[in-house]
C-alpha cells in the first residue's frame, strides 16, 4: 500500500528528524522511496517552521573526484578573485562558476612524498597515511568515509564509491600494490571500499532495484503518489517536480541500457573461465565511449545529492597507471604514457577534458534549486590528482580545486597559494579537517595534519 503525502506524513517527517533523519518530502512506491528536491508550496525543511523550533537546514554534501597521473602545469593557474578571477586554459570549463570555486595551490601529502611514484602517491590521497609496501596492504580510512560513517543513519547509500576505469591488481616495481593506485576510499587501514564501475547498479544501489524491479521503471512505481503530488503543489513546483523525475527517468533508462551490456559480458568472461574485471573495454561490458560512461557517473552522484539517498561521494574518473585513449580529443597515447609529456598540447587538452567532467557536475548541481541557494551551494566538490607533473612524478604539490560553499560555511571565489609556506601549514589533510569539521564531524587530528588549514 502506496503511503500518501499528507500533513499527517509531514508531521511524522518533522519527528523523525529530531532522531537524525531527514525532513525531506518522500515519493514511496513498491518498494522504492525517492526523496523529492526544495520545493517551496510543500512545509518541510524549515519553510514553514513549528513555534520555537530552529529551522532544518538542507544537508551539506561532499564529493571528491580524482585524476590520475596530474595535469599540465603550464595551464592549471588561476589569478584575482570572484567575477575579476582570470583562469589558464586547463580551467576554462570552470569559468561559469569561477565565483563558486576556490582555486587552491602548494598543498601536499607527506606521506606520498619520497616513497617512489605512482601508487604510493595515490592511495593515500583522501587520507595523508604512510602506506605499506608488500603484499600486506596498510595505510587508514580516507576522509570521505569519515563523513559517511557519520552519515550513515541519515542516508540509505552511505557513500557513492564509484569509477570510470577497472582496478587493477599485481604489484608496482615500487613494491607497492597497484591496489593503492585503483583505489582513493578505504574503509579502514587495509580495505579499500568496493568500487562500482558500472553505471547500472550503481544507479540500482541507490533506488534498491533488485531481482525483476530492475525492470520496473522507478516513476512507474511511485507515479501514482507523484500525481497526487503534483495536484496539490504550486504551477512552480509542478515545473520543478516534473523536472526532477524526468532527470531520474533520463538517467534510468541511460544505465538501463548499459546494463544488458554488461550482463552479456559477464556471459563471455563465463564462458572464457576469466574474471570480467580483467577484459579489456568494452568486452567488460564498460561503455566505450568514456565521456558517455563519467557523464552519467557524474548524473549518478548529481541525483543521489539531490534525492538525498547520499550525501557523500568518489569518483575515480580514471587510475593511477591509467590505460585510457582519448580519441576524441586527438590524442593517440594512453593517460600514462601522454603523462609523461606533460606539458604538451595533447595533454593540455586531457587536462581540460576532466576539468570539464568536474565542471559538468558541478553545473548539474548548481542548476538544483534548493532553499535559499541551489544544492551546489550546501555541497563542497573536491578535484585532485595525485601529481603536480606526470613527467617528474612531483607530488611536493597538487592541484586542488573545490566548488560550493557548505552551506555559506565556506567562502568561494578565491585562490589560495600556499607555495612556499612550511610544510606543517600546507598538507592536504588540514584541509580535510576544515572540510569535515564543516559538515558535523570534529576530529583532533586527520592523517599526518593536527590543525585546520588556514585561511580556508
Known amino acids: 500500500m502506496k503511503t500518501p503525502i499528507t500533513s499527517t506524513a509531514r508531521s511524522a517527517d518533522r519527528s523523525a528528524s529530531s532522531s537524525g533523519v531527514s525532513r525531506r518530502t518522500v515519493l514511496r512506491g513498491v518498494g522504492v522511496s525517492m526523496a523529492l528536491p526544495w520545493m517551496e508550496s510543500i512545509p518541510v525543511w524549515g519553510a514553514e517552521t513549528v513555534v520555537g523550533e530552529d529551522p532544518v537546514a538542507p544537508p551539506k554534501r561532499f564529493a571528491a573526484l580524482f585524476m590520475g597521473c596530474g595535469i599540465n602545469r603550464k595551464h592549471w593557474w588561476a589569478k584575482g578573485d570572484g567575477k575579476e578571477m582570470e583562469l589558464g586554459k586547463s580551467l576554462a570549463p570552470m569559468e561559469p562558476l569561477k565565483e563558486k570555486m576556490n582555486f587552491i595551490t602548494g598543498l601536499f601529502n607527506e606521506n606520498a612524498t619520497s616513497v617512489g611514484i605512482h601508487p604510493g602517491q595515490t592511495g593515500n590521497i583522501l587520507s595523508g597515511a604512510s602506506l605499506q609496501k608488500g603484499s600486506e596492504l596498510r595505510g ?7 563523513l559517511a560513517n557519520h552519515f550513515q543513519e541519515e542516508t540509505v547509500v552511505p557513500s557513492l564509491v564509484l569509477g570510470c576505469e577497472q582496478p587493477v591488481t599485481g604489484y608496482h616495481e615500487t613494491n607497492f600494490s597497484m591496489a593503492y593506485s585503483s583505489h582513493i576510499s578505504w574503509q ?5 571500499v568496493p568500487m562500482e564501475v558500472y553505471p547500472s547498479l550503481a544507479f540500482d544501489s541507490l533506488f534498491d532495484n ?13 507515479g501514482e503518489e507523484a500525481a497526487s503530488l503534483s495536484r496539490r503543489v504550486s504551477k512552480s513546483d509542478q515545473v520543478k517536480l516534473d523536472e526532477y523525475l524526468s532527470s531520474v527517468r533520463e538517467v534510468e533508462k541511460r544505465a538501463a541500457s548499459m546494463r544488458a551490456a554488461r550482463e552479456k559480458a559477464r556471459q563471455r568472461a563465463n564462458d572464457h573461465g576469466k574474471p570480467l574485471a580483467t577484459m579489456q573495454r568494452p568486452d567488460d561490458g564498460l561503455p566505450e565511449d568514456i565521456r ?4 552519467l557517473m557524474c548524473d549518478i552522484v548529481a541525483i543521489g545529492f539531490q534525492s538525498d539517498k547520499s550525501r557523500v561521494a568518489s569518483l575515480l574518473l580514471n587510475r593511477d597507471l591509467s590505460g585510457l585513449f582519448y580519441p576524441f580529443l586527438n590524442v593517440e597515447s594512453t593517460h600514462h604514457s601522454a603523462s609523461h609529456n606533460d606539458l604538451s598540447d595533447e595533454y593540455e587538452r586531457i587536462s581540460r577534458y576532466y576539468c570539464s567532467q568536474y565542471a559538468y557536475l558541478a553545473e548539474r548541481l548548481n542548476a538544483m534549486p534548493e532553499a535559499d541557494g541551489t544544492v551546489l551551494d550546501h555541497s563542497c566538490l573536491l578535484f585532485i590528482s595525485s601529481m603536480w607533473s606526470g613527467n617528474a612524478h612531483d607530488s611536493s604539490k597538487v592541484p586542488v580545486l573545490l566548488t560550493g560553499g557548505l ?13 612556499g609556506q612550511d610544510d606543517q601549514d600546507r598538507k592536504l589533510c588540514s584541509m580535510y579537517l576544515s572540510i569535515m569539521d564543516r559538515m558535523g564531524v570534529q576530529l583532533d587530528r586527520f592523517g599526518d595534519a593536527d590543525k585546520r588549514l588556514a585561511r580556508l
Open 140 to 146: 587508514d580510512i580516507s576522509m570521505d568515509q569519515v
Open 188 to 192: 579502514n587501514k587495509t580495505s579499500p
Open 210 to 222: 533488485r531481482g525483476s524491479r530492475r525492470d520496473e521503471s522507478i516513476l512507474d512505481r511511485v
Open 292 to 295: 558517455e560512461h563519467m557523464r
Open 407 to 419: 552551506g555559506g560555511t565556506l567562502e568561494t571565489g578565491r585562490v589560495l597559494d600556499f607555495i
